[in-house]
């Protein structure tokens, strides 16, 4: 698990909380986000998945965007989670699972996928980013694979007048300019 909070702020938060979580699962999504299954309680962030950045199709470079010249195309296909509230901080754990396809232009059979993890307050700034890597090592016998990514825990310090749904959760694939654009032509899938 890794933490968001600069390490003070964090284990300052940690010796303050006293356990007070919740399991009702729902289903958060919308037109271009991944499900994402949180258990959470209102008092929680909203969880969701950048539609702009839900995809990533990777060529060749230099080579065009036929299908020959593919080699990667990954997508997130949920989010994974809970919340629990605590006396001076929300706790949120998040996995990102991604299904990954390597193309006919790939050189290698192990791909990184690289996703992100963002903690925005309700003006929508982005308050800490995190990149992680999901790693595909695809046999040879397969050219399509699905993973859970690393659980990471996000220590929100809620004070006096702050709650957990102050903030939002948002989770993403890391893709470049060229990325993006062709993400935006090609439309939510």
Known sequence: MRGFLPPALALA???ALSACGSRDNVVVGGRGEAPVRLAQRADCPHVGVLADAAD???FRPGRGEDLTE?????RVTGVTGSCDLARRATNVD???TIQATRGPAAT?????VPYWVAVMDREGKILDKQVFQARFEF???RTTMRLTGEEVRLVLPTPEGVRGRDFSVSVGLQ??????????RRGPR
């Open 175 to 184: 893709v470049t300019e060229e990325e993006l654009a062709f993400n935006r």
């Open 13 to 15: 938060c940690a010796l």
């Open 139 to 141: 046999p040879s016998n």
């Open 70 to 74: 593919l080699v990667l195309d990954a």
């Open 108 to 112: 290698t059979r192990v791909l990184d």
């Open 56 to 58: 990533l199709t990777r």
């Open 94 to 96: 998040v996995a990102i």
